[in-house]
């Protein structure tokens, strides 16, 4: 027998089982550190935020819009709340209600029920078109300008010059609206 040949082959493949142990010790990791990024990933949700139709581009970083943002959203608010008639409130009241700010959920949810009651009650519609709209990125807020026609049984009752405001808030990853209410139409 030949030890030296013999201890060579013996050192050889103990530094071969090393080159594999070291392989399989990084595939080991490298599984663990997989295993570690996809268990964080099942706890995020990624929530994408689309207008209903997109007319210009915009953006959305942390908790604030840009005016693009607000502006389109704001006038589909206003389409859902302001342009309805019997047969459309209660879908649009539906479509709203996934909009709204949960600590403003209730409130809303009241009155757009209330009027949707008066406006079956009475046979009304109102029809709105905006004529202006003004945001502001630095309150989240918009001012909705334009003409509100009321209604009854097909005749006109009323046809004003109306201003609303819209404030959005953020929560919940997502963009909510906080507050619809009617302003003088004059305030900026």
Do not use: C
Request: no cysteine; net charge positive.
């Amino acid at each position: 027998m030949d030890f030296d040949r013999l201890n060579g082959d013996l050192k050889d493949m103990r530094r071969r089982n090393r080159g594999l142990a070291l392989a399989v010790g990084a595939l080991a990791l490298g599984l663990l550190l997989t295993l570690a990024i996809i268990v964080g990933l099942l706890g995020t949700v990624r929530t994408v935020i689309v207008p209903p139709s997109l007319n210009k581009t915009f953006w959305v970083a942390g908790d604030r819009a840009s005016s693009e943002y607000l502006e389109q959203m704001g006038g589909f608010i206003a389409w859902l709340i302001l342009d309805v008639t019997p047969s459309t409130i209660d879908w649009k009241k539906d479509i709203l209600l996934g909009y709204v700010d949960p600590g403003q959920y209730g409130a809303l949810k009241t009155r757009q029920e209330v009027e949707a009651e008066r406006l079956k009650r009475i046979n009304a519609a109102t029809a709105f078109s905006p004529q202006q709209l003004v945001a502001s990125e630095d309150t989240q807020t918009l001012v909705v300008r334009g003409r509100l026609r009321t209604l009854v049984n097909g005749y006109e009752t009323a046809n004003d010059l109306k201003a609303y405001r819209i404030k959005f808030g953020y929560g919940g990853a997502r963009m909510h609206i906080v507050e619809f209410s009617e302003v003088p139409y004059a305030v900026r």
